[in-house]
């Protein structure tokens, strides 16, 4: 066996995870506006809502009762926070289902479309719903859904069908809804995608061109598995959205009726404030938390494979 | 040390003028939620009066939304930091602030001078706890009535009905000629409410609800309970009511709407409906508004002449950690002084002060204060009148009664557990 010329490299030192280097002290001096923004106005009010959830208070007396874990019993018996608990999986499921290739079918139409006026207006057209706020969109589509005078019942009437009572159905509510909810976040995904289709190399569809791949070919084999980080980013904001999604139920229904289209946030809500039960409502936040939490990590962690650059 | 010495003067006569100012300036806080018109208006104007006579004391007036507000004033009470005065319906909310040590008694301020005779005896009930006074009854008069639209009923020869059976019978009339009868906004809950008070209390007289809300001897399983929801149900099934009504919003007007378009032709609902009317379709205010009373329910035990409502509508109250609170007091009392009561009967509202009907001039307010002043009793709104978390459990069962998917049974059996885990009993 030749004998070692090559110098052996100095063996690195073990890398303590900490050290108090000015690198450190660098980033930690950056970090702080934020870490502090971020302690006061998450950090705390997630402890301190999970403190109150050991409390039995209407949220106004100055004394609170301590009644250790009773509202969290409660809560695992709670018929209508489970049903809250279901109709938040049902969004998830439909969201994604929807809105995600939705949203990659128009951005594929925008990439293709490229720099074209008619295009370019097309774009911000879609882009509308994403930029009114979600308080006109929910009053904007009470009306649409109107029984007697909304467009969508005249329309079904008009062409001999039966219109429905889309928001006072409880088996029609909740998808009414998320229809809803579709409609107004599918531009967002569209330009997520867009983005990321756009920093795809141009070289790889002349190559897959070149190699006679059709426009769906290259999509399909090429774009599509290039950018699944981002399609991978967009479901976990699709779940974690739709997991804590509060603002279009409550104008729209007010998880109504008989709870029929209640989600986890709404059901808080009405607990903590209209209901005077802080502690109840607290438990619900808590959970909703633990939930939220829970999903989104097994999310990130069994898709981690997917991830890519873009 | 010539400079610290200036510095330290200086920061001395900062501190005395500092001192001297705020010695001077009585600052007090005031929300109110009357936001709409003629609402700002008559509160501004009754606080640059005491302003005006009261050189030194400052009111900052906060006008919110009326949602919002429930929410935000909790959230103040709850961090220790509520304004000065604030507004409320009376009842049950109120006497958790009150519970709470979050108000003042007003009992001596409303005793001084008489000051309380004022003010319409029913009126006073809402926030009068143990025998002491928490509010001044300021803003409106406001009961439930059944409105139509005259040029429907006279389309098919209806007259206003005197009694359920007849009322029943109208609505039949114009089921089978295309017209919807009742107009009703249910995603808002405590819109259909009001049949339910209005059905228990004619048939069993105010005091079953009284007995059973304070959990004296009275139970929302109580024949009377259970028969209202029968009589409702009986309306849903005919197809009395708007269609979609649970999933229609009364704020944004959808129970309006097709009264306004001849679509459906009765909706029960508050006296404030009226100055809406005005603003939003005079000419259906002028030329096809009609009301009547809740009919009597015949064999029913309670006096037809009863009404459920508020006289009062909006009281203030006076915060526990106001540090003026006469200061605070007298401002309140400007709200409903003679010329602020002249002005809000010019704008169409009936403050609760004896005497108001001689100045109404406006023909349908004045049938609605003879309605409140004939009345045998004045019901508050159950969500009002019950504690909060109650009062929302009384709301989702009426949506749910209303929507077939609780027996009247399963809905008097739902508010009596709810009861009995409030009282612990």
């Known amino acids: 066996m030749a004998t070692q010329i090559i110098p052996k490299r100095k063996a690195a030192a073990p890398r303590k995870w900490f050290t108090w280097d000015e690198y450190t002290l660098t980033i930690i001096l950056f970090l702080l506006p934020s870490l502090l923004l971020m302690a006061v106005f998450v950090v705390y009010p997630i402890l301190s809502s999970f403190h109150l959830s050991l409390f039995e208070w209407n949220g106004i007396d100055p004394v609170r009762t301590p009644v250790g874990l009773a509202n969290w019993e409660r809560l695992l018996q709670d018929d209508i926070f489970w049903r809250a608990f279901r109709n938040n999986l049902t969004v998830v499921a439909l969201s994604i289902m929807f809105q995600m290739p939705m949203g990659m079918l128009l951005a594929i139409m925008m990439e293709r479309g490229g720099r074209r006026f008619i295009f370019r207006v097309f774009k911000t057209v ?37 219109g429905q009572s889309w928001l006072g159905e409880t088996n029609l ?31 790889l569809r002349d190559a897959a061109r070149i190699d006679g791949a059709r426009e769906f070919q290259y999509y399909w084999y090429v774009a599509l598995p290039l950018v699944r980080g981002t399609v991978r980013t967009a479901i976990i904001l699709s779940l974690i959205g739709s997991l804590k999604y509060f603002d279009l139920i409550w104008v729209m229904t007010e998880g109504g009726p008989n709870n029929a289209s209640e989600l986890m946030a709404t059901y808080m809500y009405k607990k903590a404030f209209p209901s005077f039960d802080m502690g109840y409502g607290s438990a619900v936040a808590s959970a909703l938390f633990i939930i939220v939490m829970i999903l989104a990590l097994s999310a990130f962690y069994f898709s981690r494979r997917l991830e890519t650059e873009v | 040390m010539r ?46 009066r005491y302003m ?30 509520p304004p000065c005065v604030f507004p409320s319906w009376g009842g049950g909310p109120l006497y ?30 809402n926030v009068t706890f143990d025998g002491s006074m928490y509010g001044v009854p300021v803003e409106n008069t406001a009961i439930a009535v059944f409105y139509y639209n005259k040029a429907i009923f006279e389309q098919f020869g209806l007259t206003p009905p005197t009694t359920w ?38 048939i069993a007289g105010p005091e079953l609800f009284a007995s059973t809300a304070n959990r004296i001897g009275g139970s929302f399983e109580d024949p009377a309970f259970v028969q209202a929801g029968e009589m409702i149900q009986e309306l849903v099934e005919m197809g009395a ?5 649970n999933g229609l919003d009364y704020d944004t007007g959808q129970s309006r709407i097709p009264m306004y378009a001849d679509e459906a032709a009765m909706e029960l609902m508050g006296t404030w409906q009226i100055s809406t009317y005005l603003a939003e379709n005079p000419e259906f205010y002028e030329d096809k508004l009609g009301f009547f009373a809740f009919p009597a329910v015949e064999g029913g035990a309670g006096d037809p002449s009863n009404v459920v409502g508020t006289v009062g509508d909006n009281y203030y109250h006076i915060s526990s950690t106001c540090a003026n609170p006469d200061e605070a007091f007298a401002m309140i009392q400007y709200l409903i002084d003679d010329e602020s009561v002249a002005l809000r009967v010019e704008k169409g509202r009936i403050p609760p002060v004896v005497g108001v009907s001689a100045m109404l001039t406006d023909p349908v307010l004045q ?59």
């Open chain 2, 96 to 125: 958790e602030y009150v519970q709470a040590e979050q108000v003042i008694d007003l009992t001596d301020y409303m005793n001084a001078d008489d000051y309380v005779s004022r003010f319409v005896p029913s009126s006073l009930s």
């Open chain 2, 3 to 48: 400079k610290v010495l200036f510095f330290l003067l200086l920061v001395a006569m900062l501190i005395g003028v500092g001192t001297v100012a705020f010695a001077q300036d009585v600052t007090i806080t005031f929300w109110h939620i009357q936001n709409t018109d003629p609402g700002p208006e008559l509160i501004q104007q009754a606080v640059d």
């Open chain 1, 126 to 162: 879609y882009f509308f719903p994403m930029l009114m706020s979600s308080v006109s969109i929910g009053i904007l589509f009470k009306y649409i859904y109107d029984p007697s005078f909304g467009i969508i019942n005249e329309t079904l009437e008009a062409i001999g069908l039966e």
């Open chain 2, 241 to 245: 009511f708007i269609e979609g009504f």
């Open chain 2, 165 to 202: 059976d007849e009322l029943v019978a109208i609505a039949q009339t114009l089921i089978d000629n295309g017209v919807t009868p009742f107009s009703l906004a249910n995603k808002t809950k405590w819109t259909s409410s009001m049949y339910y008070m209005y059905l228990v209390d004619r």
């Open chain 2, 367 to 425: 049938e609605v204060i003879k309605l409140v002043e004939n009345a045998g009793a004045v019901q508050l709104w159950y969500d009002q009148y019950l504690p909060p978390e109650l009062g929302e459990v009384h709301k989702d069962t009426m949506q749910a009664l209303f929507g077939l998917e609780l027996t009247p049974e399963e809905a008097a059996q739902n508010q009596e557990a709810a009861l009995a885990e409030f009282f612990g009993s």
């Open chain 1, 173 to 203: 509510a909740l998808f009414a809804v998320v229809a809803v909810i579709c409609w107004q976040y599918t531009p967002f995904y569209m330009i997520l995608f867009l983005a990321s289709l756009n920093s795809v190399s141009e070289d």
């Open chain 2, 52 to 81: 005006a006579d009261n050189p030194g004391v400052t009111v900052e007036v906060v006008p919110m939304q009326n949602d919002p507000y429930k929410t935000r004033i909790r959230t103040a009470m709850g961090a220790g930091d």
